[in-house]
Nanobody, 124 residues
Framework: QVQLVESGGGLVQAGGSLRLSCAAS????????MGWFRQAPGKEREFVAGITYNGGITTYADSGKGRFTISRDNAKNTLSLQMNSLKPEDTANYYC?????????????????WGQGTQVTVSS
């Protein structure tokens, strides 16, 4: 089992920045690809960004390209998402995810472990 705990959410004005963090415990973190998803009220959970087991490859949804950066520190068992130039449409609950694979998936069904989520609210 892998336990994932997110932090760093909050309220920010449009154009601002937030950095989300995810602390992982349990099995070997470096064996898992990781990702971030988000879910806004009344909407389906959607892929935000993913990163391979060693951080060598990253993938982003079009909504976050050029604004979001996913990274990981395998020595510290942490995953991060730097979000810049935030927009009101980025408002959602953000989830840290892990999968029993070295490589990224872009669908929620592709992930095995989920955190509880951290709320991000962007005001206009």
């Amino acid at each position: 089992q892998v336990q994932l705990v997110e932090s760093g959410g909050g309220l920010v004005q449009a154009g601002g920045s937030l950095r989300l963090s995810c602390a992982a415990s349990g099995r070997t973190f470096s064996n898992y690809a990781m990702g971030w998803f988000r879910q806004a009220p009344g909407k389906e959970r959607e892929f935000v960004a993913g990163i391979t087991y060693n951080g060598g490859i990253t993938t982003y949804a079009d909504s976050g390209k050029g604004r979001f950066t996913i990274s990981r520190d395998n020595a510290k068992n942490t995953l991060s998402l730097q979000m810049n130039s935030l927009k009101p449409e980025d408002t959602a609950n953000y989830y840290c995810t892990g999968r029993r694979s070295l490589y990224i998936a872009t669908t929620a069904e592709g992930y095995d472990y989920w955190g509880q989520g951290t709320q991000v609210t962007v005001s206009s």
